[in-house]
C-alpha cells in the first residue's frame, strides 16, 4: 500500500469521525430542544408536551411521591399521566328584591340598593378538587344559603409516540386549565428483527485486493444499535 492510499484511507476515518460526531450533536441538541415543549391554548383549553421515552425509574427524579406510589407496578405501566385541572366560573353581582305581587324572591339585575350593605363570604370544598367562593351583598346576615355546584367536562388525551419521544396533547372541552403534568412513556423494545434492515446499497471506499479506491452495488444487511 502506497502512501496516497494511507492518506486517502485517513481522510475517508476523519470524514466519517466528523460526519458522526456533527450527527450526534445535532441529535443530542434537538433532543433537548424536544424536550422543552411544553405550552398551554387559553382558548382551545389544549395543553401539549413533548417529552423523552425513558425508564420508569427516571420518573422518581420529576415526582418521587408518585414514584413511590407505582414503583411496585413499574414492570405493567406502560404510560402514564398526571396533570392539574383548573376552572373558575364568575357570575355578575346580583341583588335580591321583593316583588309585591308575590311572596317568592326573585332576582335580577338593579342598582344598589340606598342603606349600609354588609358583604358576607362563605368557602369551601376540597382545593385539590372543586372548591366554592360565595360572596353575598346584604343590608343583614342572610339567614342561610344553599349553592349547588356540577362540574361536567369531556378530557380528551391523546399521546403519539415517534422516533423515541412522545408528544402528550390533553384537552378540555368547557377551556379548562390544565397544566402541572407529570408525564411518562415506556419506550418500545425492540426485537432482534425489528433492527435488522436488509435492502439495496451502494459502498465506496478502499478495496485492499485491488488496491485502489472504488464502488460498490448490490443488497446489504444492517443492524441498528440504538436503543
Known amino acids: 500500500m502506497n502512501k496516497k492510499n494511507i492518506i486517502g484511507i485517513i481522510a475517508m476515518l476523519l470524514v466519517s469521525a466528523l460526519c458522526a460526531y456533527f450527527g450526534y ?32 425509574a427516571s420518573l422518581e427524579k420529576e415526582n418521587k411521591e408518585l414514584y413511590d406510589s407505582l414503583k411496585r407496578y413499574k414492570d405493567e405501566i406502560n404510560y402514564l399521566a398526571r396533570f392539574r385541572y ?9 341583588w335580591s328584591v ?24 362563605y368557602a369551601g370544598g376540597d382545593p385539590d378538587s372543586i372548591s366554592y367562593k360565595l360572596t ?20 380528551t388525551l391523546v399521546n403519539k409516540s415517534v422516533g423515541g419521544y412522545s408528544e402528550t396533547t390533553i384537552q378540555s372541552q368547557n377551556g379548562a386549565v390544565i397544566g402541572d403534568a407529570t408525564l411518562f412513556n415506556k419506550p418500545n423494545k ?19 485486493v485491488m488496491k485502489g479506491f472504488g464502488a460498490m452495488v448490490g443488497f446489504s444487511a444492517t443492524y441498528d444499535l440504538k436503543k
Open 25 to 56: 450533536t445535532r441529535y443530542q441538541a434537538e433532543k433537548q430542544s424536544r424536550q422543552q415543549i411544553e405550552e398551554f391554548n387559553k382558548e382551545f383549553g389544549t395543553y401539549k408536551k413533548v417529552f423523552n421515552e425513558t425508564d420508569f
Open 86 to 94: 383548573s376552572k373558575t366560573y364568575s357570575t355578575d353581582t346580583v
Open 190 to 208: 425492540r426485537t432482534f428483527w425489528d433492527r435488522v434492515a436488509i435492502g439495496p446499497s451502494v459502498t465506496v471506499g478502499y478495496d485492499p
Open 136 to 155: 353575598i351583598g346584604s343590608t343583614r346576615r342572610p339567614d342561610w344559603y344553599k349553592l349547588d355546584v356540577a362540574l361536567n367536562d369531556n378530557i
Open 98 to 121: 321583593i316583588d309585591e305581587s308575590t311572596t317568592d324572591t326573585v332576582y335580577e339585575q338593579v342598582p344598589v340598593p340606598e342603606g349600609p350593605v354588609m358583604s358576607y363570604e
